[in-house]
């Protein structure tokens, strides 16, 4: 047994998800979450809405309300969509919370003692005409190394990370003027100080995909630059040094010690207040899902705060995601640019959502969501391949015996079963999520194939026995996919499993499960599991919407 430690990117409370998010950490993560659970590991999974930062107050700002109201309109509303979804969280939790601000203060207070945080004064935007300093997401500008539309913090197109004095023509989102510098104090973090011990740390992870460590290496080659980590700012975590109380804790710095206080909390809630410390300094595997523009924080930023924390488990392997783009653009809220889980939850099943995302997933470089694709995978492949062979085989065996026949298994499938479920499991193992989707559907289609070979419907006359072992056969096919489609489409997979005759959880099944043969059960009277989709209904809808 492992201990597997998942860490999903934290999404900012100011605005509803989009699919972006979903394919970029909250899929990957459950899926290999599910995976690893049904493996019989001890898996600790976390993640919540980052409540703090630029990005709620300019939310705020624009709707003339408190920040406060803002992100609680939002917690509820990604809790909410995440649990419709299927994805499972032990603990899903929020930056906002005493206990994380506790475990922030600790964090910062310690790295100060040791000499990684320091004091030092600098130069920042200053908005005249506002009277305020302006945080990086407060101007927008041209970024110095593409000549792309960036904001103070991060350029969107080449994926830099920026300060806010590198922009061009910098201009206050508030007012449009052009800020103006002026002196002031701030802690900033070492980063400096963690170019070697990174770049010996990194020598090993051979296995990460080479969009990651790539991006990383040449990032420390560039040579590491200290950060400023507290910033001129009401809302969020105050800095816990004297003189200072009118500033807050940089949000790229807090909000990844967010992992370590909700495995905190969570421990508190099961009532074991020290069992954090199973996952984060004892043997355990630590996994974060991403999206690529979180590569820094990730891979540099956070193993160096751990580094200077001490004591803490380092990053096993930050399998980030390119990005889904929507005809060409980027998802983005800030940008109003995407597609918005709510809105898409209300109109399609969540799994049929799952399963474009999961065979589309964007894991070596961009994929584009188009609604001709969606459709087309919808009903020619999840539809037509997959719950078409469940539903004939389950309709077929439950009108003509009404519970899962007794039977000789046929060899050549069985070999073929436990093919697919080494290969499902060996590529969510491998964080290939796309590759595991693929085996699934494959097998079923292999499924397809051999239930017309075998025509149960004409054998069924000439003999009842062999008809029965084609169905078993078939059967346990059903099955073997069920519980390998778990972790991709978690809600189908139920409704199959129940179908089968089984009762309870079929994500609490062991994975080898799959590899069993199917038991003799009474079958439940067999539903369609998808929905043929229509596009001319969806363009037309989202032509009315634009």
């Known amino acids: 047994m492992e201990r597997i430690f998942i860490g999903a990117a934290w999404p900012y409370a100011n605005g509803p998800l989009h699919l972006g998010t979903l394919a970029g950490c909250l899929l990957p993560a459950d899926i290999f979450g599910r995976y690893h659970r049904m493996k019989g590991n001890s898996v600790l999974m976390v993640s919540g809405s ?24 939002y917690h509820r509303q990604h809790k909410k969509n995440i649990e419709e979804l299927g994805i499972v969280f032990e603990n899903f939790t929020r930056t906002s919370k005493p206990s994380h601000k506790k475990v922030v203060h600790d964090f910062f207070l310690k790295l100060y003692e040791k000499g990684y945080i320091y004091r030092k004064k600098m130069l920042a935007a200053y908005c005249k005409h506002c009277s305020r300093f302006l945080p990086d997401r407060y101007i927008e500008g041209i970024c110095p190394y593409c000549g792309g539309k960036a904001r103070g913090d991060q350029c969107d197109v080449c994926g830099k990370t920026l300060d806010v004095l590198e922009l061009k023509e910098p201009r206050c989102k508030i007012c449009g003027n052009e800020p103006v510098t002026k002196e002031t104090e701030h802690f900033f973090f070492k980063l400096s100080a963690f170019e070697d011990e990174l770049l010996k740390w990194l020598e090993d992870k051979k296995f990460w995909r080479d969009n990651v460590i790539n991006f990383t290496i040449n990032w420390i080659k560039g040579g590491l630059k200290d950060r400023a980590i507290t910033r001129d700012i009401e809302w969020g975590i105050p800095v816990p040094v004297e003189g200072f109380e009118k500033k807050r804790i940089y949000v790229w710095f807090e909000a990844v010690i967010g992992y370590l206080s909700a495995s905190k909390e969570w421990a508190e809630s099961v009532g074991k207040a020290e069992k954090w410390k199973e996952w984060w300094m004892e043997e355990a595997k630590h996994y974060y899902f991403l999206a690529k523009d979180n590569i820094p924080f990730h891979t540099i930023i956070w193993p160096s705060m751990l580094m200077g924390y001490g004591g803490l488990n380092l990053p096993y392997d930050v399998p980030a995601n390119e990005y889904l783009t929507l005809s060409g653009e980027q998802f983005s809220k800030s940008r109003g640019i995407g597609i918005w889980i709510p809105d898409i939850l209300s109109k399609f099943d969540a799994d049929a959502i799952r399963y474009y995302l999961s065979v589309n997933m964007p894991e070596k470089h ?44 046929d060899e050549e499938i069985v070999k073929e079963i436990k093919k697919m479920v080494n290969e499902v499991g060996n590529a969510i193992q491998a964080c290939h999520f796309k590759e595991g989707i693929k085996r699934i559907i494959k097998l079923a289609q292999r499924g397809n194939q051999y239930f017309n070979e075998k025509a149960p419907w004409d054998l069924i006359k000439e003999s009842k026995e062999k008809c029965a072992s084609v169905l078993h056969t078939c059967l346990r096919m059903v099955k073997a996919l069920a519980i390998c489609s778990t972790p991709y489409m978690p809600h189908s997979a139920q409704k199959i499993w129940n179908m089968l005759g089984y009762e309870g959880s079929i994500a609490e099944q062991r994975w080898e499960e799959a590899l069993e043969d199917v038991e003799k059960n009474s079958l439940a009277k067999p539903t369609p599991l998808f929905k043929k989709l229509e596009l001319k209904d969806i363009v037309q809808e989202e032509v009315q919407k634009a």
Do not use: M, Q
Not at 51 to 71: D, S
């Open 50 to 73: 980052d409540e703090h930062g630029t990005p709620i107050t300019l939310t705020a700002e624009k709707e003339k309300v408190e920040p406060k109201e803002i992100v609680e309109r």
């Open 366 to 409: 961009d994929t584009d969501w188009t609604w001709e694709d969606f459709v087309a995978k919808n009903n020619n492949e999840l539809l037509g391949i997959y719950g078409n062979f469940i539903h004939r085989v389950l309709t077929f065996a439950a009108k003509n015996f009404g519970e899962i026949p007794e039977g000789e298994s």
